[in-house]
């Protein structure tokens, strides 16, 4: 019996090495210590009241944002443990198979479960209150989106220490992550945790397109919307026609592997190339999904600070749209040297070029709108002018890449590893770092340590140069990415020592980082108003943190940075229409069906990765019944009254 | 003044990673030694031309215009706040980019036609063949006109064309010899040529550029240029000392394992098209195959033994499944 | 953008004030939100157009590769899809009967609709099942080649989107007979046949290229 318990425990629970043994006992402790935390301050049932069943935008945005940060955290220690792996030659720091399992995590976890929750976080917290709206189109579906993301990413972390880390890459490519391939279940565990939280991002996508398009306030017609709200759109438009791909294509892997389907295999007639074409299919427009929401900050900051409007209103609206639909025509030049043939690769490396020229319009637009500005550099434009000729250089190298011809030389290189991390962290990064600043003080009342947050802003900066400027070098020295060891004779360790400098420069950003959000905590000062910036949107027209319902009367939109002009007439003295008088407030209810469906998925996909199907199918059997159970409840919604609307609103704004 | 410090940052590390490493010969894919390569360099440096246009000018008017517009007091510079379209500098900045990407996309299709992998290279010289096979985690070459093979190393006649026909016994990898030219997927299933040429003899680096498992890093391989003549010496040599390659020595290779450089003096003929047509038709030529793809590594440890059951599991189903099937 | 409209619509509309406050409010509120619900379904069906838009695609691209296993020609039989298809079609029609009746406010007439829709769907689901193991029988499995992984798959999650429309019915069924037709539940029928209608197009385009391209 106890034989058994053990074998089963060896199978069950990755084991043989110090640092996962490590971490797990790390992980053991700090579940403990969670639990006797909640259990000893009598936390439970708040935590379920106020944060599990909520389904408010703002705290469903927060919740997104920390567990992005973990995964931050996560994604960044594999980059790290890289690095150092790779800072000398023949190095045994690391084993292959270990190596192999660090780099296929860190894409997933930086791509799927820190930027795109990252962004998510960002567009539930700002885009109802930029709009004017009090909740977004669906808040349910929101909180089970969430919930979704949230199991989804925890089954695949779970990997890490039970069944074992998938090691394919990031995005798997067949045959390899076959079951003649990766004949372990960390390709399991990869799929159904891309799976179930895929399906929340799809989820998110409707939510907000509706959101957006149906909950503006009167007035804000869609050429007066904020630029950030423009670039939700586009990219939830991007994501409803993306992610379905990924979801089939995942889908069809798993039948691979668990019936022996023929889809991807090498024998049977599969068609492992039709999956490369299938996930780039999704995963290009994916990195347009990420970046897309980044310009939209910089657009607000970049106005905000410069004290000016944003230039080139229109341009901006029509050159992210264009990058969203030309994203769609580009997959292909993921694969030059899959030999499609000239005239294939002529056209990829054409539509690749073409999404170059809408984005350099929006950098001179920027450009133009802090021309004839007044320029402030608090930490979030900070971040913003940094992105500027960082995105400058990726986005050259990037064209550089989609000269198809020389991307037979760059491609699976360095030089491209260096391109894309510099899109992605001077982009997408850099961007969302930008907004959390500049929008932390409306999620939660207070400032960011302004000097703490120089010191992690310069580290990060500096740090990101020494780290990926010398890999574009590797590349044209021919070091090919996922190497996990070199020989001492090509002569690629200097740039990989100061790369790996560089790396750490970053993580010691990230600490800065954490110590600045500690201290601003421990020495709380809260905002004077809920303007704290001077800004432009309407988010800054209501208390920070912002009521339950956001906003006590929904206002009447007159014009573009409808703020700032309101802001104007009251200096001008012109007189103000009389305020409408209260109503009570429809909101909608908490649920903790989200958290329990999410739960069940969670089980379902556990199940079918182990193949038990006697934990799989009462997890199937639970979604079921969340289903059923949701639509059997008719009650889902109240009304906040008058004069509880009127207290809260004497409390926030004071006298007023 | 600190943003402009910023701005230049990257500009100064870039020219501190080039200078640093001396720009010499280990920027082996700027030191080409093949037509190929040279087109492609050329190509290079071509675009980042074209590119630098755009993107120098566009890094000084960002310093400037961060400087300039900076809040100060008693700043001279001019505040316009109102000030949100021009439609004449916004045709502009449509135009400069689509006139240098109409530019850069002109000379993309005329090379990518020239630069077709699979396309002749002109030479008096007729091209010598080498079929090429990326296994786990080696990769063999085989030259069909001179019967001989080897693992992990090539040699090649200076100035003579190489037909490379690559294709892959397993999981998807990529031919790369950065000096003589870009890359191309060696993949299961299929042979792709890929036509390169050294002009120079010398000793090359190349290696699978793209990830195929646990010990992708070590599918590095030599390519040594010589003259005609101790290239041919040297191919008598392989035939007259080296062992042959049987059909259990090439299934041998095909268990996943790394090789150091091996010379065979003949190989079974046809293995190549044996290996393009492996997976054709599986139903008739029986699943032989899968053991030795799945075979797995001696660490032992116990997620392995794990592993190990579950695949041998998964043959078991298929095999029921096919047996059902007939 | 005309009723660009939060949803607490009544907030600046003003004016009305007194005893049924609430009750208007809550009209004007459910008619949005269920206008929304609407347009978050049409959305969702774009995506499932994409779904089995990447489905369509592989089997197109796999249709050929057999791999010495049985052929769809050997196997499939015309015979029974027609009628299959003639299920399906007629169940779309009766989904809109029930709609019609929905309309006119007759509640037993719209579920005695919906009831004989579901019947035609869950005949249809049965006739599928029998033909997979028809299959089965006769040698080809999901596991056989490329061509039936994707066979299997398209056709498959059709029918899984059938079934989960059936389950959905039946429920539905359930909460119209204890409320009866309200705003909310008027757009559930509403989503639903729409649903319904989507699936009977998705059908008529694998009968189109999986059966009759594939057999003839």
Sequence with gaps: MLDKIKEFASEFFVTGDPLILGAQVSIALSVVAIVFVLTFFKKWRWLWTEWLTSVDHKKIGIMYIIASILMLFRGGVDALLMRLQLAAPQLEFLEAEHYNQIFTTHGVIMILFMAMPLMFGLFNIVV???????????????????????????????????????DAGWLAYPPLSELSGSPGLGQDFYIWGIQISGIGSLATGINFIVTILKMRAPGMTLMKMPMF???????????????????????????????????????????????????????HPEVYIVILPAFGIFSEIVSAFSKKKLFGYKSMVFALMSISFFSFFTWAHHFFTMGSGANVNAFFALTTMLIAIPTGVKVFNWLFTMYRGRLSFPTPMMWTVAFIPCFVIGGMTGVLLSVAPADFQFHNSYFLIAHFHQVLIGGVVFGYFAGLYYWWPKMFGFKLHEGLGKWAFWFWNIGFYVCFM????????????????????????????????????????????????????????KVDNGDNWDGRTLEWSIPSPAPLYNFARIPQVQSQDDWWETKQRRAAGEPEPAPAPLEPIHMPKNSGIPFIMSVCWFVLGFGLVWDWLWMAIPGFLGVVACLLARSFTYDTDYYIPVDEVERTEAALRGSK | MRPFIRMLTPVLLLLMAVTLSGCGEQFIVLDPKGPIGESQKDLIYLSTILCAVIIVPVLILTA???????????????????????????????????????????????????LEPSKPIASEKEAITIQVTSLDWKWLFKYPDENIATVNYVKIPEDVPVRFQLTSDTAMNSFWIPQLGGQLYSMSGMAMTLFLQADEQGSYFGSGANFNGKDFAQMTFTVDATTEQDYNAWVQEVKNSAPALTMEGFEKLTEPGTSDKQLFSSFPEGLFDKIVTQYVEEGSSGGHHHGAAESESDTGSATDAKNEAESDNADANQEHMNHEGH | MAHAISKTAGAHGGGDQGGHHDEHHGHHDHHDQESMKMFGFWLFLITDVILFGTLFATFVVLRFNTAAGPTPGELIELNGIIIST?????????????????????????????????????????????????????????????????????????????????????????????????????????????????????WIFVFTIVYLMGVM
């Design chain 1, 470 to 525: 010398p890999q574009y070098a590797l590349g044209l020295m021919g070091m090919t990415r996922r190497v996990n060891t070199y020989d001492f004779d090509m002569g690629w360790q200097p740039l990989n020592v100061v790369s790996t400098v560089g790396g750490f420069l970053m993580g010691i950003a990230f600490l800065f980082q954490i110590w600045q959000i500690a201290h601003s905590i421990k020495f709380f000062k």
């Design chain 1, 229 to 283: 709200v423009w670039s939700v759109l586009s990219s939830c438009i991007t994501i409803i026609f993306a992610f379905p791909i990924l979801t089939v294509t995942l889908f069809l892997l798993f039948i691979d592997r668990y019936l022996g389907a023929h889809f991807f295999t090498l024998d049977g007639g599969g068609n492992p190339m039709m999956y490369i074409n299938l996930i780039w299919m999704w995963g």
């Design chain 2, 64 to 114: 400037i215009i961060v400087w300039r517009y900076r809040d100060k007091k008693g700043s001279t510079a001019k505040y316009r706040p109102n000030w949100e379209h021009s439609t004449k500098l916004e045709i502009i900045w449509w135009g400069i980019p689509i006139v240098i990407i109409i530019a850069l996309a002109t000379v993309t299709v005329k090379y990518t036609h020239a």
């Design chain 3, 86 to 202: 003639f299920i399906l079609l007629t169940s779309s029609f009766t989904s809109g009967i029930a709609v019609l009746e929905m309309n006119r406010g007759n509640k037993r007439g719209l579920i005695l609709w919906l009831a004989i829709t579901a019947l035609l769907g869950a005949s249809f689901i049965g006739l599928e099942v029998t033909e997979f193991i028809h299959l089965v029988h006769e040698g080809a499995n999901i596991g056989t080649s490329a061509y039936w992984s994707a066979f299997f798959t398209l056709v498959g999650t059709h029918g899984l989107h059938v079934s989960v429309g059936l389950v959905w019915m039946v429920a539905l069924m359930l909460q119209l007979s204890r409320r009866g037709i309200t705003p909310v539940t008027k757009r559930k029928v509403s989503i639903i046949s729409l649903y319904w209608h989507f699936l009977d197009v998705v």
């Design chain 1, 128 to 166: 109802p209150l930029m709009i004017g709206a009090r909740d977004v189109a669906f808040p349910f579906l929101n909180s089970l989106s969430f919930w979704m993301f949230f199991f989804g990413a925890m089954l695949f972390n779970v990997s890490f220490i039970i069944g074992g880390s998938p």
